[in-house]
């Protein structure tokens, strides 16, 4: 935010940083799908439980849904395309603060629930 004002660029910007992100996210749970998988057969370590899997599709889910949202605010911005630039009063400014809060919120939820996993799947 600039002066108190909100370019397009500004938020384009950060959709763009939080799409990589949770894209990265959803690939670092199918590399824990795929070594569950590896592990199955091997002596020594145990393949997660079944209501692991679900907290695990669960979570792939709450992604793809904050993606697919963000995807939208995208969409949008040719609507507001107009308005810009904006103040941190305009509605659309303040929706981008409710995906900002939830990116860092699922962030925070997927380092922990990662590491926890990992240590499930390791020797």
Same mark, same amino acid.
């Given at each position: ?8 660029? #500004?938020?384009?910007? %950060?959709? &763009? ?6 894209? /990265?996210?959803?690939? @670092?749970? !199918?590399? *824990?799908? #795929?070594?569950?998988? %590896?592990? &199955? ?6 393949? /997660?439980?079944?209501? @692991?899997? !679900?907290? *695990?599709?669960?979570?792939?889910? %709450? ?12 969409? @949008? ?47």
């Amino acid at each position: 935010m600039k002066s108190g004002y909100i370019n397009l660029v #500004d938020l384009d910007f %950060e959709y &763009k940083i939080w799409k990589n992100r949770l894209e /990265l996210f959803r690939k @670092e749970i !199918r590399i *824990i799908l #795929d070594r569950n998988e %590896e592990v &199955k057969s091997e002596v020594g370590i145990d393949d /997660l439980p079944e209501d @692991e899997l !679900r907290n *695990i599709e669960e979570h792939d889910r %709450e992604l793809t849904y904050l993606y697919n949202r963000i995807k939208v605010q995208e969409q @949008e911005l040719h609507y507001y395309n107009k308005d810009f630039p904006i103040t941190s009063e305009h509605q659309f400014y303040k929706e981008h603060e409710l995906i900002r809060d939830k990116v860092e919120e699922i962030s925070e939820k997927h380092i922990g629930y990662l590491a926890s996993l990992m240590n499930m799947l390791s020797l």
